[in-house]
């Protein structure tokens, strides 16, 4: 059998977090057995779904490198389907028409909470025949669910759970103005989608219950379900916006990388030991339902921040330069030239250590990236004083002289100048690299002098100099 999971979000609002971890669960486990993974946009609540959200969803999923097979399948252009379903129950038996008006439902909730009873629906139309229906009334169509018994659902993650019938009431299925329900829908796109495997959050179990009831009332195969815990903040509270609980689109803003993402998602509720750094080639290879924990994961900024960091100094110069220069550009509100471009790929290497986001990186980097003169802090303009640009000058001439344009031979030629002229390192270093970055901190001197390149490095060294 051919292993099918589906991520199915609504597009009310953006990608988040918990959402980008279900989808991630999904798409491993579906690679990881040679399955398919396929996407369907839930986009029913017309009121409140936007071309917008639908975007950020597809744009989230395509950041994180999350590739789904098939076309991607919008819910609201089935309904259709939906309502065929629900009709098909009722001729099979297992559905019928219910037409209580909404104040009729009402007194019947008031009246139930009034003698303390829990609010269900009682069902009194089930065995009623249409003839005795009130005037102008449209029906609904309801469930004819099983009164006895119960319900059980193996799940994956959550083990066996069982609810007695009695608790679940006929839900409808297809609303007076024939339009179907959450519940309904979802069942009959599993099902015509040929999913076998439901992994998704935990808030989803109740409805695993009602779900298995329409599925046995079609005589279709239950997929298995997996409902794996929701995330918490780092304090143990539900997690919200005070977290971090952002858009996957804003991680993306803030200079995340999509695969300190995934390995951070990954971590969040799946473990492998006590290995913290996997990457994707890996989680495929390793990951199983089985794994899931049952207990609540913490999202931790700081945690994502530092194995982003990880992923950052792990990373090949060429590519994150390419990923930091979207950033360095919207700094410098203009595009990079080409020799910009090459000095931050040289400048790469250094730059990596320290920086945790892309942001950072960018921040970093962005001396590499100016246009001459280079604009230079005030801290940094207070070591190009008289004896400053003194020093300046003379390295100037040094290194202009050098026939290798390398980190040996600057060094070299730096420290006979020191030895020339009887100066302290930090004498000569301070202004050096006030002169060549702007700034009063940097990757090392030798360092960033090669990776400018000689043209650069003794043009700037000539403007702090004159």
Known sequence: MKIVTRFAPSPTGFLHIGGARTALFNWLYARHVGGVFRLRIEDTDRARSTPEATQAILDGLKWLGLDWDGETVFQFSRAARHAEVAHAMLAKGHAYYAYETPEVLQRMREAQKAAGKSIRYEGPWRERDAKDAPPGVKPVIRLKAPTAGETVVEDLVQ????????????????????????????????????????????????????????????????????????????????????????????????????????NYLLRLGWGHGDVDIISTEDAVKLFEIADIGRSPSRFDLAKLTNMNGHYIRAADDAALAAAAEPFIAEKLDRALTPAQRERLGRGMAGLKQRAKTLVELADAALFYCRERPIPVADKARALLDGAGREHVGALAAAFGALGDWNEAALEAAMRDQIERRGAKMGDVAQPLRAALTGQTQSPGLFEVMAALGRDEALGRLADAAK
Not at 187 to 201: A, E, K, Q
């Open 159 to 262: 083990g066996t759970v069982r609810v007695a019938n009695e608790q679940l009431d006929d839900m409808v299925l297809l609303r007076a103005d024939g339009t179907p329900t959450y519940m309904l829908s979802v069942v009959v796109d599993d099902h015509d989608m040929d999913v076998t495997d439901i992994i998704r959050g935990d808030d989803h179990l109740t409805n695993a219950f009602r779900q298995s009831q329409i599925y046995k009332a079609m005589g279709w195969e239950i997929p298995r379900f997996a409902h794996i815990p929701l995330i918490h903040g780092a304090d143990g509270a539900k997690l919200s916006k005070r977290h971090g609980a952002l858009g996957v689109a804003e991680y993306r803003k803030m200079g995340f990388l999509p695969a300190a993402m995934r």
